[in-house]
């Protein structure tokens, strides 16, 4: 309920680059407070009009540098939008760019709709009568896309998930707004602490929904499992087993993959995108090194990431400092390759790591199934996840404003600026399951309590 | 036609819509009369003898603060006055108070009587006199220019506004019984009635209903709870320093099973049940029959014993509407204990009664079919005094700028609950008798009681309804709320004086030396606590406030900006994008059609209403905010069309709705917009 017409006064965010392969990927932000909320992501940036500066894009928790990404800011009108604009150039790894949008959208961007930006342009000025025609048709189509997918949407698995919890806001706001609007009637004041825990089970309804979001994200489009390991041990052998086919170069010569080799296979129909590296180890050979470089930003990037070792020698010096690596990232799994062979590695060195032979296909169906396991874990429940990252910023921040309000609450604030909260988050479950009017909200008092005199 | 006589402005109807259209039409300098059926029931409280109400005491507020009159007439008579939801938080308190239901009339109607400009007339009127006008861009094709009267009088007049409640059509329910109505023992508005229906307007059938009322001397009073008036009494006028009329209580009754028996073993014989009533009634003020059959597992129902008046025995029975046959009311009223030889004065009913659908209506309540014509209250499918008394006031505001050639008024639903009222009128029409709650207001901790003078009365001063004296006081008051906010934000109270170190006791543990401010913002603070400190650092101030305001008023006002900041700036921000929406004007002839990308449902409920802002337009229900950006796309590609000289057209100028007043600009609208067409 109380949508008025999309605001142009929101600072929206996206990342304006096609998502995937390219190396470079940018993230851009328009409206009046591009730059704080950038301020707030990426160190203090030396904010100069039109001028690129390069900045350090650290965790807002631990404070590790997460990526170096170049910034520039085109001030208003002087931007493509005629608004505040900062582009954020960084490392094209989609698992990095989604997480910088969300970090904006913490810091108080919204994510912007299907061509908004070029709405805001043409809005505000900046495209001449021709151009504005013509996109104005642009903007038509695309708006009844997002009218027809919302439509889908509300007869789909996500509506009848979200619908139930929806109604269950509407019902504790009706509660609550008939504490107030009716509180000289016989209508009973809802008591804190039932609303408290109303609200808390809310939250805790919205849960397996967010989290289905990775599940869903996995299904949409697909995650990515490097492998990487110590040169030779058999990777790029390993990589041809799971693809089946004979994509990399494969020699007995150590160093022979000298690139991030990619190629998308889809185990069980979860598209899964396999990165092949270089072989870790120190080397003098220019261009080898630059792969080993290559091979550790792959690993950072990865969903997932398969550490491969070679049961018919004893564990290196650069295996251990792999293995260290690997052990600290949740997201790693070990298998040993080489079985095959006879074995040489110390006894008990890799009690997790999964036995393999990338020639004679031993333990490759487990590892197929480790992988699909590792990426989806209940694929059964595939219909009704959340599959996009707009259905899960929306419940991400239903999620967070019903939280707010629970600390409102607690706080003793006065019902109706908790309701404040309970509204935003329903204007959230709205976009995905159907719009809320006033009239919702009465249809429910009027139904509930016996009110007027 | 020969004119008998000849007004600026006539209002027709001497309800709590009407009095507020008259006077001020009068005292904004124009010739008024007000012509009602019967003049000793000017200003009549048809149903309970209350004023205000949560959301209604907003409203009475506003109406004050415009320069109405229901604020002061309900000081003047009140008789039991009661601050609800004061242990909520400050956007939701409200006043309400009981009136001497027949001291309001006399007073009203002295107030009447003493502006020199109105004239007060009893007549029935039966038509309009309606007349073509020529075509003007923004402007209706036909023009109001007088009324006819019962005894084929006719009165012109340069605007008239229609205030007729449940009069039109109107039809009483008692039981199997049925008559034509307007209330209770009077007659009903039956020719003009059908001379609107006539004339072209979407009319609907709406039905309300009233409880009986009882002879108080036959009341056990001594079974019943007691209660009492506020012992500081909240005035609703800016005017009114303070309540001295003693207090007098309501008592709190209750159904029982016996009650309840009665009314179910009778369904059969209720109007609301047989099918007799046909007319869309009220769910938040449902008949005692709709309650018992609606809420079965509810044990009993509150009901309020309130006494009519001072010099009168009649209580009315609030929380007993109902239409059930005599003999009915009769054994649900002994089923209750105390009232077992209650003997019952007046019979409760129900009415129907005709309305105009308020899609017909334009911001200013004048229609959008007959210039010159407004029409407000009951008549525009509202219920209550209050929301009648609101759109009274812009109703006879805006006819009188009308004559007067000036801009209209329209409130923003960001300023006042009267804005949201008329604006959900105008763009949803009504299917039920419309309350205001105070859940209707999207900003609703800026729409408070405490504040209504600061967003309204600028309002009344420029238009001429607010006097010099009244203004003046109210610049007295803003100076002084500034002075105490920025006391609060800039001092910081010391731990070495005695007021300080109390404060510092209270507050427990603090590092550095707050401001008083920031100690008002932790929630163990109110404003009371700091009041021995601000007595010693602020003698003067706090000695006028205190004289001016005994119950503290505008500290309050201050603790709630400081307390609440972070709320209201919030909201203040999402109020900045709704007033942009509201200024973004709409041409009157605005192609819907010629729009690609609208679904037709949307387009359907578009060209229905006709939206003169795209705020407005946001407010129809089903036009979603794709459609919203759609239409504002549209819009921004016309003007630019008409900039370039493409299209020899003009827009209406952004922001401002004066193009569809007297002094249209609009020169053409386009039939086809679109670029090649």
């Known amino acids: 309920m109380r949508s008025g017409p999309a605001s142009a006064e929101d600072t929206i965010v996206a990342v304006a680059t096609p998502l995937g392969r390219g190396g470079l990927g940018v993230v851009r932000l328009s409206g009046p407070q591009a730059r704080t909320i950038a301020d707030q992501v990426l160190r203090p940036v030396p904010w100069e009009a039109r001028r690129v500066r390069r900045v350090l894009w650290c965790d807002p928790e631990d404070g590790a540098v997460l990526d170096d990404v170049l910034v520039t800011f085109f001030p208003a009108p002087h931007s493509y939008t005629a608004e505040d604009v900062v582009e954020i150039s960084g490392h094209g790894a989609p698992v990095l760019l989604r997480a910088l949008v969300a970090d904006l959208c913490r810091a108080g961007a919204r994510m912007a709709e299907p061509g908004e930006f070029t709405r805001r342009a043409f809005l505000n000025g900046r495209l001449d009568l021709t151009q504005a025609e013509a996109i104005r048709d642009l903007i038509d189509s695309q708006t009844l896309l997002q009218a027809r997918t919302a439509a889908q949407q509300m007869h789909g698995g996500v509506a009848r998930q979200v619908g139930p919890l929806q ?287 | 036609m020969q004119s008998s006589e000849r007004y600026d402005v006539v209002v027709i109807g001497g309800g709590h819509a009407g009095c507020e259209a008259a006077m001020a039409a009068a005292r904004l300098g124009l010739r008024t009369a007000l012509f009602s059926l019967n003049l000793d029931l000017i200003a009549q409280m048809s149903c309970n003898p209350a004023i205000g109400g949560i959301a209604k005491g907003h409203i009475v507020r506003e109406v004050d603060a415009l320069g109405g009159v229901m604020g002061l007439v309900t000081d003047a008579t009140g008789i039991q006055f009661r601050l609800l939801n004061s242990s909520r938080g400050p956007a939701v308190w409200s006043p309400r108070a009981q009136a001497d239901k027949k001291l309001y009339r006399q007073h009203m109607r002295q107030v009447l009587e003493g502006e020199p400009n109105l004239r007060i007339r009893q007549a029935e009127v039966v038509d309009l006199v309606v007349e073509p006008q020529p075509a003007a861009a923004g402007e209706a094709p036909r023009m109001v220019t007088g009324i006819k009267l019962r005894d084929g009088g006719v009165v012109s007049a340069s605007a008239v506004v229609i205030t007729t409640g449940t009069f039109l059509n109107g039809l009483i329910h008692v039981g199997e019984t049925t008559y034509p109505a307007g209330r209770s023992g009077e007659p009903a508005a039956h020719l003009l009635g059908e001379a609107l229906k006539l004339l072209g307007f979407a009319c609907g059938r709406l039905k309300t209903g009233t409880p009986p009322r009882l002879d108080g001397r036959t009341i056990d009073w001594s079974r019943f709870e007691e209660q009492p008036g506020d012992s500081e009494p909240t005035p609703f006028s800016f005017q009114t320093r303070r309540i001295t009329r003693p207090q007098i209580s309501c008592h709190i009754a209750y159904t029982n099973d016996a009650t309840h028996a009665a ?302 900041e972070g709320y209201l700036a919030q909201q203040q921000r999402q109020m900045e994008q709704v007033r942009k929406a509201e200024g973004h004007a709409i041409p009157a002839h605005f192609d819907y059609a010629a729009i690609p990308g609208l679904s037709t449902e949307v387009r359907q409920k578009l060209q229905r209403v006709r939206p003169q802002t ?45 193009a569809d007043g007297p002094a249209a600009n609009v020169i053409a609208v386009p039939t086809h917009p679109r670029p090649g067409a």
């Open chain 1, 167 to 453: 109604q269950a806001l509407r019902e504790l706001i009706a509660r609550m707004e008939a504490g107030i609007d009716f509180a000289d009637d016989d209508v009973a004041v809802p008591a804190t602490a039932g609303l408290a825990a109303a609200l808390h089970a809310l939250v805790q309804r919205l849960d397996p929904l967010r989290t289905s979001f990775r599940h869903g994200r996995v299904l949409h489009q697909g995650l990515s499992l490097a492998l990487v390991g110590r040169p030779n041990v058999g990777k790029s052998s390993l990589f041809n087993r799971l693809l089946a086919s004979e994509r990399a170069i494969v020699t007995a010569t150590a160093g022979t993959t000298r690139d991030v080799l990619a190629e998308t296979v889809s185990l069980d129909g979860v598209p899964i995108r396999l990165l092949d590296t270089a072989g870790i180890r120190e080397s003098s050979e220019a261009i080898e090194r630059e792969g080993i470089a290559r091979a550790w930003q792959a690993l950072g990037e990865a969903d997932l990431v398969l550490g491969v070792f070679d049961a018919s020698l004893p564990l290196a010096p650069e295996d251990h400092r792999l293995l260290e690596h690997l052990r600290a990232m949740p997201q790693a799994m070990l298998v040993l390759n080489k079985t095959d062979l006879p074995r040489q590695i110390e006894d008990g060195a890799l009690p997790e790591a999964l036995a393999v032979s990338a020639v004679s296909g031993e333990g490759v169906t487990e590892l197929r199934t480790l992988v699909r396991q590792r990426a989806l874990p209940e694929l059964s429940a595939a219909g009704s996840w959340i599959t996009n990252a707009r259905q899960a910023a929306c419940l991400d921040a239903a999620s967070q404003h019903l939280e707010q309000g629970g600390g409102a609450l607690a706080a003793g604030l006065p019902h109706e600026m908790v309701l404040l909260d309970l509204y935003a988050a329903l204007r959230e479950l709205d976009a995905l399951s159907g719009q809320t009017t006033v009239d919702d909200i009465l249809e429910v008092i009027f139904a509930t309590f016996c009110v007027g005199k």
């Open chain 2, 614 to 658: 795209l705020g407005q337009a946001a407010h129809i229900p089903g036009v979603t905010s794709a459609a919203v950006t759609i239409l504002h796309v549209q819009l921004e590609l016309q003007r630019r069309q008409a900039a370039a000289g493409r299209v020899a057209l003009l827009d209406a100028p952004s922001g401002s709705l004066a």
């Open chain 2, 263 to 564: 009314i179910r073993d009778n369904l059969g014989r209720s109007p609301l049940y047989s099918g007799q009533i046909s007319g869309v009634g009220p769910r938040y003020c449902p008949s005692l029959e709709d309650k018992v059959v609606k809420f079965p597992e509810k044990e009993r129902h509150q009901i309020f014993l309130e006494p009519e008046g001072l010099d009168t025995h009649e209580v009315y029975v609030n929380g007993m509407s109902t239409s059930m046959p005599v003999d009915v009311q009769a054994a649900v009223i002994a089923s209750i204990p105390g009232l077992e030889r209650a003997a019952m004065l007046r019979p409760g009913y129900a009415i129907e009664y005709d309305f105009v659908q308020p899609t017909e209506l334009r911001p200013t309540l004048e229609t959008k079919q007959i210039a010159g014509l407004f029409l407000a209250g009951q008549i525009n499918g509202t219920s209550g005094y209050e929301e009648a008394a609101c759109q009274g006031l812009m109703g006879g505001i805006n006819a009188a700028l009308r004559v007067k050639q000036e801009p209209p008024l329209v409130l923003s639903r960001t300023e006042a609950y009267t804005g949201i009222l008329v604006d959900d009128l105008i763009a949803r029409g009504a299917d039920e008798p419309y309350r205001m709650f105070t859940s209707r207001a999207e900003f609703r901790l800026h729409l408070r009681i405490d504040n209504a003078d600061s967003r309204l009365m600028p309002h009344g001063r420029r238009i001429g309804l607010v006097g010099a004296a009244v203004w003046q006081a109210y610049e007295a008051k803003q100076e002084r709320l500034a002075v105490l906010e920025r006391f609060l934000r800039e001092h910081r109270p010391d731990p070495a004086s005695a007021a300080g170190a109390a404060l510092y006791a209270k507050a427990g543990t603090l590092a550095d030396r707050p401001t008083a401010a920031q100690l008002l913002k932790r929630p163990e603070f109110t404003i009371a606590d700091l009041r021995p400190w601000l007595d010693a650092q602020l003698p003067g101030l706090l000695a006028v406030q205190t004289e001016l305001d005994p119950a503290g008023w505008e500290q309050k006002t201050v603790e709630t900006r400081i307390k609440f």
